[in-house]
C-alpha cells in the first residue's frame, strides 16, 4: 500500500493508490465517484487560452503620452511572459492605428500596437487581429477597405509579423452597437470584399477570416454560424463566438450545452473559438445589484465594467467557464480582458474605465490607487489555464461524475500533461483520478487555489505576485487501473503538470 499526502496542515487534497480506506476516513474508494480521463481527444491541436489584450488607445488623453512608462511596460510584459498566453485578440481602429489626417500612415502605431506585436512575435502567440468596425453604414467603404487591407500587408510584409494568423473583421456585428447591426449579408459581404483584398496582396496564404464573432446569449444566433460555414467555409480558418454568461447558468453546467451547440454549428474541421469571455449578471440578480453598487461607488467604473474581478470567487468562476469551454470541444479562449487601462467607455478622453482586468497598469500614475496595479485574485487560475494548455496541446475528454459546479479536462504535449479539476460549487466531493490509458505520469507540480471572502484566497505565490507550486515531483501511476482517491473541497481550483 502506497499513500501520498501533498501539503500542509488543512490541504484539501488527499490522494491514495490504496483499495482500503482513503485518507480522510469519509469511505471505501470504491464508493467514490470517478473522475477519468478518456482516450478520447476533444481537439487534437489546441490554439489555446489566451487574452483581449491591445488597446490604450486613449494614453494620450489621460496621461499626454501615446504609450505606457518604460516601468509600465517591463511590468506590464513581465506578467504576460508569466501567463505565456498561446492566443491573443487585438482590435484595432484607422484613427488608432494607421490613418493621420485621413492619410494612410502606418506610424500611428509605433507607440502601443507594434511593441504589442514584437512581443507576440518573440513569444510565438498567435494574435487574433482586427478591426472594431466597419466604414460605410449600409455599404462599404472601399477606400477604408482598402487601407485596412494595405495595414495588414505592412505589419507582414515590412513588419514581417508572422504571429498575425485569424483577421476579425468587425467585433460582435449582431449587435445594434455594432457597425454591422445585425445586418449578416452585409457582414458576408464585407468578409467576402475584404479577402478579395487578401489575395490580391498575396498574404492568403498566411492570414484567414475569424467569425462570425457575435456575442451570444441563446441559442437564437446559430444562423450566424450555420450561415458562415455554408457561405464561407473557403476563407474562414476558424470560427469563433463571445459569450458573457451568469454564474448559474456556468455553475449549473447549462453553459456547456449552449456551448455545444455553437461549436456543432460551426466545421467540425476547423478550430472553433470563445472569441470574448467573461462574467455578465442579471440586473435584479443579487450579483447584479451588487456589481452596480460597487461600480456606482467607483469614479472610474463605467457601466460595462465587472467589478467581481477583485473577488477571490471570480477565478473560480471563470475556470469553470474555460474548462467548459474545452470539454465543449473548443480550440481556444479569449479571457476579457488583460488590463483596465485598455479600454474606457466612449474610445476618448473619458476615465470611465471597461474594469475588467487582472491589474490597472495606471492605477497609481492617473487613476488615484497605487494597489490598483496589483495582481488580482483571478490571475492565479487564468494563468495557469493559460501557461500549461500550450498551443499543439491535445485536449482530452474526461467521464465526470454528476457533481454540481465539478469539472476537468486534461491535455498532453510531447509526452507530458495537464490536469485541471474546478469545483465551483459550495460542496466538498470525495473522488477517484482515473485514466483509460493507464499510463505513470511522473515529475508532476500541484497548484492550488481556494476561494475564501472578497479577495482573500488559498494560494502560493511568489513575490511577483505569480503562482508558484504547492507541491513538486508528483506521480500519478494510472497503470493496472489504478485509481487515485482524494477530496475537492468547494470553491477550489487545481491544476497538477509536468509541462515546462
Given at each position: 500500500?502506497r499513500?501520498?499526502?501533498?501539503?500542509?496542515?488543512?490541504?484539501?487534497?488527499?490522494?491514495?493508490?490504496?483499495?482500503?480506506?482513503?485518507?480522510d476516513?469519509?469511505?471505501k474508494?470504491?464508493?467514490?465517484?470517478?473522475?477519468?480521463?478518456?482516450d478520447?481527444?476533444?481537439?487534437?491541436?489546441?490554439?489555446?487560452?489566451?487574452?483581449?489584450?491591445?488597446?490604450?488607445?486613449?494614453?494620450?488623453?489621460?496621461?499626454?503620452?501615446?504609450?505606457?512608462?518604460?516601468?509600465?511596460?517591463?511590468?506590464?510584459?513581465?506578467?504576460?511572459?508569466?501567463?505565456?498566453?498561446?492566443?491573443?485578440?487585438?482590435?484595432?481602429?484607422?484613427?488608432?492605428?494607421?490613418?493621420?489626417?485621413?492619410?494612410?500612415?502606418?506610424?500611428?502605431?509605433?507607440?502601443?500596437?507594434?511593441?504589442?506585436?514584437?512581443?507576440?512575435?518573440?513569444?510565438?502567440i498567435?494574435?487574433m487581429l482586427?478591426?472594431?468596425?466597419?466604414?460605410?453604414?449600409?455599404?462599404?467603404?472601399?477606400?477604408?477597405?482598402?487601407?485596412?487591407?494595405?495595414?495588414?500587408?505592412?505589419?507582414?510584409?515590412?513588419?514581417?509579423?508572422?504571429?498575425?494568423?485569424?483577421?476579425?473583421?468587425?467585433?460582435?456585428?449582431?449587435?445594434?452597437?455594432?457597425?454591422?447591426?445585425?445586418?449578416?449579408?452585409?457582414?458576408?459581404?464585407?468578409?467576402?470584399?475584404?479577402?478579395?483584398?487578401?489575395?490580391?496582396?498575396?498574404?492568403?496564404?498566411?492570414?484567414?477570416?475569424i467569425?462570425?464573432?457575435?456575442?451570444?446569449?441563446?441559442?437564437?444566433l446559430?444562423?450566424?454560424?450555420?450561415?458562415?460555414?455554408?457561405?464561407?467555409?473557403?476563407i474562414?480558418?476558424?470560427?469563433?463566438?463571445?459569450?458573457?454568461?451568469?454564474?448559474?447558468?456556468?455553475?449549473?453546467?447549462?453553459?456547456?450545452?449552449?456551448?455545444?451547440?455553437?461549436?456543432?454549428?460551426?466545421?467540425?474541421?476547423?478550430?472553433?473559438?470563445?472569441?470574448?469571455?467573461?462574467?455578465?449578471?442579471?440586473?435584479?440578480?443579487?450579483?447584479?445589484?451588487?456589481?452596480?453598487?460597487?461600480?456606482?461607488?467607483?469614479?472610474?467604473?463605467?457601466?460595462?465594467?465587472?467589478?467581481?474581478?477583485?473577488?477571490?470567487?471570480y477565478?473560480?468562476d471563470?475556470?469553470?467557464?474555460?474548462?467548459?469551454?474545452?470539454?465543449?470541444?473548443?480550440?481556444?479562449?479569449?479571457?476579457?480582458?488583460?488590463?483596465?487601462?485598455?479600454?474606457?467607455?466612449?474610445?476618448?478622453?473619458s476615465?470611465?474605465?471597461?474594469?475588467?482586468?487582472?491589474?490597472?497598469?495606471?492605477?497609481?500614475?492617473?487613476?488615484?490607487?497605487?494597489d490598483?496595479?496589483?495582481?488580482?485574485?483571478?490571475?492565479?487560475?487564468?494563468?495557469l489555464l493559460?501557461?500549461?494548455?500550450?498551443?499543439?496541446?491535445?485536449?482530452?475528454?474526461?467521464?465526470?461524475?454528476?457533481?454540481?459546479?465539478?469539472?476537468?479536462?486534461?491535455?498532453?504535449?510531447?509526452?507530458?500533461?495537464?490536469?485541471?479539476?474546478?469545483?465551483?460549487?459550495l460542496?466538498?466531493?470525495?473522488?477517484?483520478?482515473?485514466?483509460?490509458?493507464?499510463?505513470?505520469?511522473?515529475?508532476?507540480?500541484?497548484?492550488?487555489?481556494?476561494s475564501?471572502?472578497?479577495s482573500?484566497?488559498t494560494?502560493?505565490?511568489?513575490?511577483?505576485?505569480f503562482?508558484?507550486?504547492?507541491?513538486?515531483?508528483?506521480?500519478?501511476?494510472?497503470?493496472?487501473?489504478?485509481?487515485?482517491?482524494?477530496i475537492?473541497?468547494?470553491?477550489?481550483?487545481?491544476?497538477?503538470?509536468?509541462?515546462?
Open positions: 500500500m499513500n501520498f499526502v501533498f501539503g500542509l496542515l488543512g490541504l484539501m487534497f488527499l490522494l491514495s493508490c490504496s483499495d482500503d480506506k482513503a485518507g476516513g469519509l469511505e474508494i470504491d464508493e467514490r465517484d470517478n473522475l477519468t480521463i478518456k478520447d481527444p476533444l481537439v487534437s491541436s489546441f490554439v489555446g487560452n489566451g487574452v483581449q489584450w491591445g488597446g490604450y488607445d486613449i494614453l494620450q488623453a489621460w496621461t499626454g503620452s501615446p504609450t505606457l512608462s518604460e516601468a509600465n511596460w517591463e511590468l506590464l510584459l513581465k506578467r504576460v511572459e508569466f501567463m505565456r498566453p498561446p492566443l491573443v485578440r487585438i482590435m484595432m481602429g484607422p484613427g488608432w492605428n494607421y490613418l493621420v489626417n485621413g492619410q494612410f500612415n502606418p506610424s500611428k502605431s509605433e507607440a502601443v500596437l507594434f511593441p504589442i506585436l514584437d512581443f507576440c512575435q518573440a513569444h510565438n498567435t494574435v482586427g478591426e472594431w468596425g466597419h466604414s460605410g453604414g449600409n455599404s462599404i467603404d472601399q477606400q477604408w477597405l482598402g487601407q485596412a487591407a494595405d495595414f495588414l500587408k505592412y505589419l507582414l510584409d515590412v513588419r514581417g509579423y508572422t504571429c498575425i494568423k485569424y483577421y476579425n473583421m468587425v467585433n460582435e456585428p449582431n449587435g445594434d452597437w455594432s457597425s454591422i447591426n445585425g445586418n449578416y449579408a452585409l457582414w458576408q459581404d464585407l468578409q467576402e470584399q475584404f479577402y478579395d483584398e487578401v489575395i490580391a496582396r498575396g498574404l492568403d496564404d498566411r492570414v484567414g477570416m467569425g462570425p464573432d457575435v456575442a451570444v446569449w441563446g441559442t437564437g446559430l444562423n450566424w454560424v450555420a450561415n458562415a460555414y455554408l457561405n464561407l467555409d473557403d474562414m480558418w476558424a470560427y469563433d463566438i463571445h459569450t458573457y454568461p451568469s454564474e448559474v447558468e456556468v455553475r449549473d453546467g447549462s453553459y456547456q450545452e449552449l456551448l455545444q451547440a455553437y461549436r456543432n454549428a460551426a466545421s467540425p474541421t476547423k478550430p472553433m473559438i470563445m472569441g470574448e469571455v467573461g462574467f455578465k449578471y442579471p440586473a435584479g440578480s443579487t450579483l447584479g445589484q451588487e456589481n452596480q453598487r460597487r461600480i456606482d461607488a467607483d469614479p472610474y467604473a463605467s457601466d460595462d465594467s465587472n467589478m467581481f474581478i477583485y473577488d477571490a470567487f477565478g473560480i471563470m475556470a469553470d467557464a474555460l474548462i467548459q469551454n474545452m470539454l465543449a470541444g473548443y480550440a481556444g479562449a479569449i479571457i476579457w480582458g488583460l488590463d483596465d487601462a485598455q479600454y474606457n467607455i466612449d474610445g476618448g478622453s476615465t470611465e474605465l471597461k474594469r475588467w482586468g487582472f491589474w490597472n497598469i495606471l492605477g497609481a500614475d492617473r487613476f488615484e490607487n497605487p490598483d496595479v496589483n495582481i488580482r485574485p483571478w490571475f492565479y487560475p487564468m494563468s493559460a501557461r500549461y494548455f500550450p498551443a499543439g496541446s491535445t485536449i482530452y475528454d474526461m467521464d465526470l461524475p454528476n457533481k454540481r459546479g465539478l469539472r476537468a479536462i486534461a491535455a498532453e504535449k510531447n509526452g507530458k500533461y495537464t490536469i485541471a479539476i474546478v469545483n465551483s460549487h460542496t466538498e466531493y470525495a473522488i477517484n483520478l482515473k485514466m483509460e490509458a493507464q499510463l505513470a505520469i511522473n515529475g508532476l507540480d500541484h497548484y492550488e487555489y481556494l475564501h471572502s472578497g482573500d484566497f494560494g502560493a505565490v511568489n513575490n511577483d505576485g503562482p508558484v507550486p504547492l507541491a513538486s515531483d508528483l506521480s500519478f501511476d494510472f497503470s493496472d487501473d489504478a485509481r487515485h482517491s482524494f475537492v473541497k468547494g470553491q477550489s481550483f487545481h491544476l497538477f503538470t509536468n509541462m515546462e
